[in-house]
């Protein structure tokens, strides 16, 4: 039986906590930016919810009858989010590269998606969040087809997921009309409300994908349910460009008409934006997931993330679809995203690695309004990772943020854990068998060959 009351020590702990929550004693290491690097301390579980942080035998004194696990030579630290991702796209990765979005989309990915059955889409689910946990994300915002078949897959992994089943003008593999949609929408809740992992966000696909009467139906949906709205919006010059021929307005000048800009929407991407645009977002304090890899693929474009962070929206990080990526590797989105905008910018001072590791796990959590998730501090879930700092390429440590973003490539996670249990821990997943999701990707390759 598992137990729940732990304690994890580790060489070093990146919290979030004030010093003034912590010991004033010489365990504290440093102190950068947003963190604070515990040296040889500990972590206290009970629940899943983390009790507190102090020198590990202080806690083992205050709580004689918890187990403690002891990670020798390991960075302990919150796990990352996936602030935008299609997890079952995994099962089309590297079957239509180097291409621009609107071909890789109407051409090749489309019409392989009208065929999806539910075996498919959990499939690739499973690949996807195997992945995922594998380099140390155990929550993920998710949008795709058949999304009961994603919420399934995600309960048997034990990940955290804000599901999301993508909504059309036209039919989906899940639904043939407006009416079937919806009434799926209103299904699905209901299935999975039991489960507190998974939680819902009504997401239309795109302005270009749907009809204002519909977007407007989304947004009543989502206000009467007290739910987020994800959708994808600005994502290239393509888009806008039709946008401005099916609505006369840019994607964002249409979305604030229609009344969708708000603080409960989650917008995914946010490329082709004027400065106007940004300040308008702003204003409306909505949330946005910056994709960096998936648009440099599509050669979509660099999203302005400096400027919005000026103006302090909320701006999160992820990975897109395996199949635009091809990785589903929040570690490589950090590095990613790190450095593109020194570029961008010509400047070598903007979006610091503490600025993209927040984006990756604490802005995440406001974006995806999980409100305990997202850092180690006391009162949270015991959503935690453990770097193996053994890896050569993470030697010497000096400043661990900037391992963490500019060294570190997800593989030198050795543990992931969702509210105090194992997820996954040293080569070994405690929920799922590698092998046989291996071998049923396998079949769905020779499939996907043949279609």
Known sequence: MKSKKLILSADYILTQSTCNELRQDNFILGKQADNVVLENCGVAINNGV??????????????????????????????????HTHASMNIFKGVADDLPLMEWLSKHIFPKEAKLTYKLVRAGALLGFAEMIRTGTNLACDMYLIEDAVCEAAAQLGIKLLAGEGIFAFPSPAYQTEEQAFSLLEAQIERWQGNPNIRFAVSPHSVYTTTESLLRRCQNFAEKHGLPLHIHLAESETETEQSLKLHKQRPVEYCNRLGLLNSNTILAHCVDLTLDEIDLLAENNVKIIHNPKSNLKLNSGIALVP????????????????????????????????????VNANDPTVMSAQTVLNMATINNAKALQWNNVGKIAPSYSADLIGIDLNNINLQPLYTPVSQLVYAANGHEVCFTMVNGEFLYKDGVYNNISLEDIKAEVKEIKAWIEKT
């Open 307 to 342: 400027e919005m962070l000026e103006r302090e929206i909320v701006v999160g990080l992820g990975t897109d679809g395996a199949a635009s990526n091809n990785t589903l590797n929040m570690f490589s989105e950090m590095n990613y995203a790190a450095l593109i905008h020194k």
């Open 50 to 83: 983390i009790v507190e942080l102090d020198r590990v035998d202080v806690l083992q004194n205050k709580y004689p009858d918890y187990i403690h696990s002891a990670f020798k030579n390991t960075l302990l630290m919150p796990a990352l989010i996936n602030g």
